[in-house]
């Protein structure tokens, strides 16, 4: 058995989730690509999970809780589980969407570590 796991997300892949095929335990992730002028087409929150959104390519908007809130490549975005959210490119846009507990991150890099 090995303790690892490995996939492979296709260039043109619309949206990949990466729970089943790397039999994550602690998260969620998504690898999303949006056409220029796309959203996702319904606002949503959540029960317990947060998201963190990191902007691979291109630039687009979420609109959270009424706020527009601006993104580009590089960009970081952290959403809590009770925000009402939804997500649009203004450009093609690649994402990746990480989906977690809120709170229950407990130990961190060099805190988890053993060296």
Known sequence: MNNYSKTH?????????????????????SVNTMAAGTEIPFFH???????IYFIVSGRGYMEIDGE?????????????????????????????CIQVKAGSLTQWTMTDAVL
């Open 45 to 51: 929150s959540h029960k317990e999970n947060e998201e």
């Open 68 to 96: 527009k809130v601006e993104l580009e490549a590089g960009d970081w975005l952290r959403v809590a589980p009770q925000a009402s959210r939804k997500l649009h490119a203004t450009t093609d846009m690649t994402s990746v």
């Open 9 to 29: 997300v296709a260039a043109d892949a619309q949206r990949t989730e990466l729970h089943d095929t790397l039999s994550l335990t602690g998260a969620e992730v």
